[in-house]
C-alpha cells in the first residue's frame, strides 16, 4: 500500500506554529528592534542556506538506501525538515509583518516607549529592571519583556517618577518608575 497521501502526526503546518507563536493583539503591529530583527533575519537565511540544504542532502541519501520504513535517518531527517519548514514559515511570516522601531530615537526622554529599559520599584521596595521589546525577542531570563505584557503595557507612556497600577495575580500593585533609559543612537 502507498503511503503518498497519508497524512503523519505534525503534518499540519499550523498546528504547532500557532500553539508557539506568541500572540499579538488583534489589530496590533509586531514591533521589534533592529537587532532583534537582524536576528530574526539571520535565524531564517541560515535555516534557508545552511540547515535545511545539510538535512535535506541527508534525506536524500537515506531515501536511496533502501526501506525507508524502517530507516532511521530518513524518518528523523524527513521530521527535521517539517521543523524546519515550520520555523522558516513561522518566521517568514513574522519578518513580513514586523515594524522596526528604533528605541535609540527617545534616547534621553524619561517617558518609557517601546525599547525603553525601566527601573521601577514595588510598594515592598524591591527595585526590578526590565528592557521592552518585541513578541518574537523579549527573553525573560535576561530581563526582557514583550510590550503586550502588562507590566509594560502598564509602563507605557509613563515618565520618571509616576506611579502606576499593575494587575498581577495577588491582586492590584503600585509601582513607581525610577529610572528610564534608551541605548544611545549610531
Same mark, same amino acid.
Request: proline residues 7%; negative net charge; glycine residues 6%.
Given at each position: 500500500m502507498s503511503k *503518498?497521501?497519508?497524512?503523519? @502526526?505534525?503534518?499540519?503546518?499550523?498546528?504547532?506554529?500557532?500553539?508557539?507563536?506568541? *500572540?499579538?493583539?488583534?489589530? @496590533?503591529?509586531n514591533y521589534i528592534t533592529p537587532a532583534g530583527y537582524r536576528r530574526l533575519r539571520e535565524e531564517l537565511m541560515s535555516l534557508l542556506d545552511e540547515e535545511r540544504p545539510k538535512v535535506v542532502e541527508a534525506v536524500s541519501w537515506a531515501a536511496k538506501n533502501g526501506d525507508r520504513s524502517e530507516n532511521g535517518d530518513y524518518i528523523y531527517g524527513k521530521k527535521r525538515l517539517r521543523e524546519i519548514d515550520r520555523r522558516i514559515r513561522f518566521l517568514s511570516k513574522r519578518l513580513d509583518i514586523a515594524e522596526v522601531a528604533d528605541p535609540s530615537a527617545h534616547h534621553g526622554r524619561d517617558q518609557v516607549f517601546f525599547g525603553a529599559t525601566v527601573t521601577y520599584a514595588t510598594a515592598r521596595g524591591e527595585e526590578r529592571t526590565i528592557?521592552?521589546?518585541g513578541i518574537d525577542e523579549a527573553d525573560s531570563l535576561r530581563g526582557e519583556v514583550s510590550w503586550v505584557s502588562p507590566v509594560a503595557r502598564a509602563l507605557l507612556k509613563a515618565r520618571e517618577g509616576d506611579e502606576v497600577q499593575l494587575l498581577t495575580p495577588g491582586g492590584m500593585e503600585r509601582i513607581e518608575i525610577v529610572r528610564v533609559r534608551y541605548p544611545a543612537p549610531g
Open positions: *503518498a497521501f497519508v497524512k503523519e @502526526a505534525g503534518d499540519d503546518e499550523d498546528d504547532d506554529t500557532a500553539a508557539s507563536l506568541p *500572540a499579538l493583539p488583534a489589530g @496590533a503591529r528592557t521592552i521589546k
